[in-house]
């Protein structure tokens, strides 16, 4: 019984994962369509003829919103390459010995690993930086026209780090060891 039961924990953590597999898969897809597409950096399309949301083709040697710039290249593989790759290791090394994230929580923190590969990929073997092709128009919010260019593995982090922070915050898991102490309470 005991088997079974391992079986069917290791069949919950493995099967999120798939969502890793399409993200990394369908980001580096998209890419490759995008600099395919347009080879330079540059508008691509006004997608709604209205300014709003424009295929976009950009490059970024930094991370979001392009912080580090600026930065050698040598502290640049430190801190977008290698770090990223720790931390992701270290999600990764979570995601399966912690029996703490409910099923929502799995997906999320898959799509999470999904979307920083994705990105790593880029990193190391685009040396003209990360492919970005969306630009949506935010009319002056944040002083900004434009929210800054992204791409399918950014939107993955990002939503799905608001849909674990919002379920960590709002949802917690109530443990084998919680449940025990209820129960003899």
């Known amino acids: ?27 580096q897809i998209v890419k490759a369509i995008i600099v395919k597409i347009s080879p330079k950096t540059g508008l691509i399309k006004d997608v709604f003829n209205n300014d709003f949301l424009w295929l976009y083709h950009a490059r970024n040697k930094a991370i979001a919103f392009s912080l580090g710039q600026g930065f050698p290249d040598p502290v640049k593989k430190v801190f977008f390459v290698a770090f990223p790759i720790l931390v992701l290791a270290f999600l990764a090394w979570y995601y399966f010995k912690s029996d703490e994230f409910t099923k929502i929580q799995r997906w999320a923190a898959a799509g999470i690993i999904g979307g920083g590969v994705g990105n790593i990929i880029d990193r190391i073997f685009r040396p003209d930086g990360v492919v970005d092709f969306v630009s949506v128009k935010i009319y002056g919010l944040f002083g900004w026209d434009r929210w800054p260019t992204f791409n ?22 109530k443990t084998e060891k919680n449940k025990k102490g209820a129960a003899n309470e």
């Open 1 to 27: 019984m005991k088997l079974l039961e391992k079986m069917k924990q290791l069949k919950e953590k493995l099967l999120p994962l798939s969502l890793t597999a399409f993200i990394i898969i369908a980001d």
């Open 152 to 173: 399918l593995a950014d939107s993955s982090v990002v939503v799905c780090c608001i849909l674990l922070f919002v379920t960590i915050l709002f949802f917690p898991q």
